[in-house]
């Protein structure tokens, strides 16, 4: 799916999706990865095969080492949940968290750049590269 912005001032937004892929500013980007305005941190994470059981506490943290505000996790074509163990320190460092499908977590995440808000978009693929 194609996304579009009129005003991006400079910063990382989401153009487009797939299953195993993101466009950020019309470039491809294959593979789980940490979006932000202004970075991207990839590799980042294991696949997803079928639950986030793979997901560690370490995978969070280096999302949260970027100190953004909000941090949206898109999880695929469908939405799954974490180990709610895993998400104790972002509760205890106040980072607010969502857990979306892919298409979901895209068009959040550009509407919070838009916004101006510190956040970070963590991509969790089904499929490999």
């Not at 940490?34 to 995978?59: F, M, Y």
């Not at 968290?97 to 808000?117: H, K, P, Q, S, W």
Request: include cysteine; glycine fraction near 6%; charged fraction near 20%.
């Amino acid at each position: 799916m194609k996304l579009h912005q009129d005003n991006n001032d400079n910063a990382n937004v989401v153009t487009g999706y797939g299953d195993d892929h993101i466009m950020v500013n019309k470039l491809r980007h294959d593979g789980n990865l940490i979006l932000t305005a202004d970075s991207i941190h990839a590799p980042w994470a294991p696949l997803v095969r079928g639950d986030l059981v793979a997901l560690s506490a370490e995978d969070l943290a280096a999302v949260a080492a970027l100190r953004p505000e909000i941090i949206i996790v898109g999880t695929g074509r469908r939405q799954r949940f974490p180990a709610p163990v895993l998400l104790r320190p972002l509760i205890e460092a106040r980072i607010g968290f969502e857990f979306m499908d892919l298409a979901a977590a895209c068009r959040t995440y550009n509407i919070l750049v838009a916004e101006g808000r510190a956040v970070a978009l963590a991509l969790l693929f089904e499929s490999a590269p």
